[in-house]
């Protein structure tokens, strides 16, 4: 298990700052700079501890991420409890959905539906927001037992094939989990996209808010960063290394007007105000859309904003760390947009799933990133042969139908 070091960041329980206070972090230049740096550093200690002890637990007992012995060892555990997959085709399967439908989560939802017929529990709907879940455990307690009664209906209806959470132990009961596989065997599967800064988290619960806790309950744990793969093996789970896809059916091509030399969406925090400011000191035009952003604001259109484009800028970094690198949605949804070019931070995963300089366009550091933004711009029809490529690559790989795909043929369902 992991260490429970008093000294370890992530087992204390952050004192919270007023909302104030962190505007004014944010916000106020001299001090947001030197916050950025102390929580830079910090980002990167918690990792490194983490990455360390793993290691030598991995070297010690010869532990070693290979994704064919987790099919295997998968397969092995479903059949242990008497469950033999009923073999479906494409538009057969039917999910039984735990995710809750907000931000961003509907986008996976209707590649799900080509599957097959959805039954989906959604606690916001319910009128749980995940807020308050993961704050109070008396709502996180009644919202869980509800989930059994709604998978037993849905089985009953039509036998489920598979049931597929996303979220961490903010929100997701093991024991619930549990019961399903033990009463009725059906596979369960959780899609994890935050390992590397949300391993662990506080213990609000008898487990942590991360993956740690909760890996060991699934029978597949799909999580978007390589090197959590055997954090994972080492907690007794059975994890599947699986980025990120995209929804073709909202992420796609439209009739805009390059009216944007650059543009970034996403929050204004850390090293992310830093190097806007540096490009604009370098007389770059770069449009910003997200809350924190001097005269902007979030825009509820930002395929749009891609569209119109010449260059969309990706930021790679962790929370607050600009080196520390982990692959996100926005590296497969503005590729699949077919918009303006992609230009992101330098990330040997990313490098697995795209041609770098053919597809997308990568830099390592901000003199790299404003020379490359310079030639683009200036040479248009090479960064539209990029755009166009990276688009045809997304369709044919990376889709979230094809992350569906591949988790389903592992259980045997496909």
């Not at 933004?373 to 094809?402: F, G, M, Q």
């Amino acid at each position: 298990m992991e260490p429970t070091n008093p000294k370890d960041a992530t087992h204390r329980r952050a004192v919270p700052l007023p909302g104030v206070v962190k505007d004014m972090l944010r916000t106020w230049p001299p001090v947001a700079q030197v916050y950025s740096l102390l929580a830079s550093r910090r980002v990167h200690d918690e990792y490194r501890r983490r990455r360390e002890h793993y290691a030598r637990l991995a070297a010690e007992r010869g532990v070693v991420y290979r994704e064919e012995n987790v099919a295997a060892d998968v397969r092995k555990r479903l059949a242990s409890r008497g469950y033999a997959p009923a073999r479906r085709t494409m538009g057969e399967v039917h999910t039984f959905s735990c995710v809750p439908l907000y931000s961003w989560h509907r986008h996976l939802m209707p590649d799900l539906h080509e599957l097959g017929p959805v039954t989906t529990f959604d606690y916001e709907s319910l009128g749980y927001s995940y807020t308050r879940v993961s704050q109070s455990t008396d709502l996180f307690e009644e919202m869980s037992a509800r989930i059994l009664p709604a998978f037993r209906e849905a089985h009953a209806r039509r036998p489920v094939d598979w049931v597929f959470y996303y979220g961490g132990g903010q929100d997701i009961s093991p024991l619930v989990v549990r019961r399903i596989t033990e009463e009725f065997g059906v596979p369960v599967v959780n899609l994890s996209l935050d390992d590397k800064q949300g391993w662990a988290g506080a213990s609000t619960r008898s487990w942590r808010t991360g993956a740690v806790d909760i890996t060991q309950e699934f029978d597949l744990y799909a999580t978007s960063a390589r090197i959590a793969c055997e954090w994972h093996l080492l907690e007794g789970g059975r994890p599947l290394y699986m980025p990120e896809g995209f929804d073709a059916s909202a992420y796609a091509p439209r009739e805009a007007t390059r009216d944007l030399d650059v543009s970034f969406v996403g929050v204004a925090y850390g090293f992310r105000i830093a190097v806007v400011d540096y490009l604009k000191k370098h007389d770059v035009k770069v449009s910003t859309f997200g809350a924190g952003w001097p005269g902007s604001g979030w825009t509820a259109d930002i395929v749009s904003i891609f569209n119109r484009s010449r260059i969309n800028l990706g930021m790679g970094g962790i929370e607050y760390s600009e080196s520390l690198t982990n692959v996100k949605g926005r590296d497969f949804e503005i590729p699949g947009t077919g918009g303006g070019m992609y230009l992101t931070s330098f990330n040997p995963d990313l490098a697995q799933h795209f041609v770098v300089g053919d597809e997308i366009i990568c830099y390592r550091n901000r003199d790299e990133m404003l020379e490359l933004i310079r030639w683009y711009l200036t040479h248009p029809e090479e960064a539209d042969a990029i755009a166009e490529r990276a688009r045809a690559r997304c369709l044919r790989e990376h889709r979230w139908l094809h992350r569906y795909e591949k988790m389903l043929t592992i259980l045997g369902v496909l």
